[in-house]
């Protein structure tokens, strides 16, 4: 579905625009309105790794896309001995379970350390983008999204680790590679899992290639606050909404968000308190039992599947990775499955 005025204008609720719209910009009609606080219903967990001889522990860091009624999920897979990338699509939530798992180590892509995934339709080349992390940032390409076999082997953004990273990454792990284009400009921002969140730029016409050294686009001393599994989502009229992981008081993960006028602009914090995250324990209700005290890596479902990430900020759906409190293993061992949440106080 695209965006429209139509729709953008039936949206009442307070918005954060007060700062984020400029003067000169359109008013009311056009203006991408967001609630600024949320409050969302959570299902139990939905998908899980697969009872076969890869012995998985954890399926984690899902993007998704929705294109005619199919769900398109690419996700990692987790275990002790470390990350790769799987593939699955289905079309009903209530049977995602049993759709078959393709794993991406078949494919170009190949074996070792690859995760994080974050996929999209880069209109100017009529390509799909595979974006993860290698070690360095990294994509593969493919002209259809259905065919797993079809991504090409990696290639990286950057030519080797920049040197803001590396001067910064001290106790942390550069992770979570992501990237979003306006009609311009194409952004590729990171994170260190040590309080920053680091973006680099292109022109849309030179993408892939030229991404600059990265610049500190938001950071905390206190590095539980800006921690990793950012996404930045364009929600209308040139507004953009950033989710950005964190890890709270009792060690449970959840999202603060943060609005502004550019990707490459001052981030104004919208949702953005462990009392009151974007989604967190907080202010998620789940259908029956609780299962997962986190809220971590995830994703908000695109039907707008090209390289703006537009989405309608009004009834957003966000797959995530959830974890049972009470299983106490190593960090690459746990068992985590995916959930979905959906906005229950969405106003369009
Ligand atoms: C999902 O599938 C996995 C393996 O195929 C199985 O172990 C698990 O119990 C299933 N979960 C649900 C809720 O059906
Ligand atoms: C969706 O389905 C329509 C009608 O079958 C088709 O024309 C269109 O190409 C499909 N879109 C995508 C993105 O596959
Ligand atoms: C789902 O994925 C499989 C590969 O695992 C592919 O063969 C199939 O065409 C895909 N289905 C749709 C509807 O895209
Ligand atoms: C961000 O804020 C600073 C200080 O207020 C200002 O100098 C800068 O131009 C702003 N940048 C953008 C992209 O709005």
Redesign the pocket.
């Known amino acids: 579905m695209r965006l429209s005025a139509v729709i953008l204008s039936i949206c009442t609720v307070a918005g954060v625009h007060a700062r984020a719209i400029g003067e000169g910009e359109k008013g009311l009609t056009t203006r991408a309105d967001i609630p600024t606080t949320f409050t969302w219903s959570s299902t139990g967990p939905l998908i899980f790794p697969k009872d076969d001889a890869r012995q998985l522990a954890g399926i984690k860091d899902p993007t998704i896309v929705e294109i005619n009624g199919t769900y398109h999920v690419f996700a990692s897979t987790s275990q002790e001995a470390g990350y790769n990338l799987v593939y699955f699509n289905f079309t009903d939530f209530s049977r995602a379970n049993s759709t078959q798992f393709y794993y991406l180590d078949q494919s170009p892509i190949g074996t070792g350390y690859r995760a994080a995934p974050e996929v999209f339709f880069f209109e100017p080349h009529g390509l799909w983008y595979l974006v993860y992390q290698n070690g360095n940032a990294a994509y593969s390409t493919n002209k259809d999204i259905a065919d797993p076999a079809g991504w090409t082997a990696p290639q990286t953004f950057y030519s080797d680790r920049p040197k803001l990273i590396s001067d910064n990454l001290e106790g942390g792990y550069w992770v979570d590679m992501w990237v979003i284009c306006t009609s311009t400009d194409c952004y590729l921002f990171s994170s260190d899992d040590n309080g920053r969140l680091y973006r680099s730029q292109t022109t849309l016409a030179n993408f892939p290639n030229g991404m600059s050294d990265p610049v500190i686009a938001l950071q905390d001393s206190n590095k539980y606050n800006v921690f990793e599994a950012s996404c930045v989502y364009h929600i209308g009229d040139g507004k953009y909404l950033l989710l950005v992981e964190a890890i709270g008081q009792s060690g449970d993960r959840y999202f603060r968000s943060w609005t ?3 990707p ?3 981030w104004t914090a919208l949702a953005a308190t462990e009392a009151s995250p974007f989604a967190g324990a907080s202010n998620v209700v789940f259908e029956g039992t609780p299962w997962t005290k986190s809220i971590s890596h995830g994703e908000l479902i695109r039907t707008q599947t090209d390289q703006t990430l537009t989405v309608n900020p009004c009834n957003m759906r966000f797959l995530y990775q959830g974890v049972d409190p009470t299983v106490d293993v190593s960090y690459n061992s746990l068992p985590w499955r995916l959930g979905l949440i959906t906005q229950t106080n969405g106003s369009c």
């Open positions: 502004s006028n550019s490459a602009g001052n």
